[in-house]
């Protein structure tokens, strides 16, 4: 019943989160002297919300919104020094190597045999293709679809773009509003995989109970899933 | 002959390389004191190209570049009211009102009654997205793909998907290498209609003698050019 699986990138195939929080910790750390850790963090949030529509997910936006959240808590105080850093740091974020998720190659290696694979990924657009170009995952997937949202539109426009009804699709990812939430909408079948950090931005607190809908813990466990729907 | 028109964007159907030469402009003015102009352009032209890899082509990438040039070229002497002043110049042109062309939407609009319009701009995914909306033109295209590099392999998929042989094809640009050579190489054809202002980047010293090769003063003069073409 379900021939078609979509995958989520960031955080569902690989580590990403992990790399904003950490940079996002040696920021506190560098402004440390202009304000406690917590207040730097509140105000980091607010400025990315505030650029989100500018800006979009990404990167480069996030390293600007440091910037500027830098200048403004220190009360333009800080230093070139400081900001150069701050620079640096975005810089070594678009640099840095990909960590896939544990066990990632096998499994997509094991459901191709049997289902198509897509993979949806919301984001910059170099970005993100240089991570599918270096993850070494491209191989495994019948299309890669970089989108600026993922909503029950963009979802629809696709499935039906590749010809395939969402009945028989699974979308599998971290984020309950970008990956589950849309796709039950539009009729599709979704795997919800929690990342161990969870940015502020993705946070839903509604439980969700819904045939079409399955929780796991780990990607390891998606084949089984998977079969288990087939038999029923 | 000619049953598919492609479209460049950036300097093709709206202004967009002014914007950077006026931010540049404004950037220098800031400098002053620090360097002269002609050396903050040269600084700033170096680092964009050290950059282009992780950054790729876009405002915010721009934008980072013009902060770790300011910082660079002042010795790291340049205050943080100033750097805010430059990532602020960054944010007002991702919200800069779009600029079409003189005549874009009646060229468009008499050409999409013979012939299938496609948008193709290289850039970044929000930026590009949001540019196409606000311009008002996306009803006129079949389809507009965002993509990060306009070479031959991505020319000839895009219209490989589309199912377009690119003898049939022509790509209207104002840029040698990234509009008209690789189209001319897939063997379809090319306009090149030159910008006032090129971009360092894109200067191309070579004269193109080929043809499949058609230059142009303006886009008024492309539905003429495109009869004469069908009349020979």
Tied chains: 1, 2.
Excluded: C
């Excluded at 995958?7 to 910790?25: G, I, K, M, P, R």
């Excluded at 949030?45 to 996030?62: P, S």
């Excluded at 840095?96 to 290696?109: I, K, T």
């Excluded at 009945?167 to 539009?186: H, K, R, T, Y």
Aim: glycine share 6%; net charge negative; charged share 30%.
């Amino acid at each position: 019943m379900i021939e078609v699986i979509a995958f989520d990138a960031d955080d569902t195939l690989w580590h990403n989160e992990s790399l904003f929080q950490e940079t996002q910790a040696r920021l506190t750390a560098i402004l440390d002297r202009y304000a406690p850790h917590a207040e730097v963090e509140a105000r980091l949030a607010e400025t990315e919300r505030r650029n989100i529509k500018l800006f979009g997910y990404g990167i480069k936006g996030f390293t600007l919104s440091m910037v500027e959240t830098a200048i403004e808590i220190s009360g333009r105080r800080i230093g070139a020094e400081e900001i150069h850093e701050i620079v640096m740091m975005g810089k070594a974020m678009l640099d840095a190597p990909l960590d896939l998720m544990e066990g990632v190659e096998q499994v997509l290696g094991e459901l191709k045999r049997r289902h198509r694979l897509l993979l949806i990924t919301k984001g910059d657009l170099l970005d993100q293709t240089n991570k599918v170009e270096r993850s070494g995952l491209a191989g495994h997937f019948e299309a890669v679809e970089i989108v600026t949202e993922k909503d029950s539109t963009t979802y629809r426009a696709i499935f039906s773009r590749l010809g395939y009804a969402p009945e028989i699709a699974v979308m599998v990812g971290n984020s309950l509003p970008s990956d589950v939430l849309p796709m039950l909408e539009i009729g599709g079948h979704a795997v919800h995989i929690p990342y161990r950090v969870t940015a502020v931005f993705e946070r839903h607190e509604a439980e969700i109970a819904h045939e079409r809908f399955h929780a796991l813990d780990s990607l390891r466990d998606l084949p089984d899933l998977l079969r288990r729907l087939h038999r029923i």
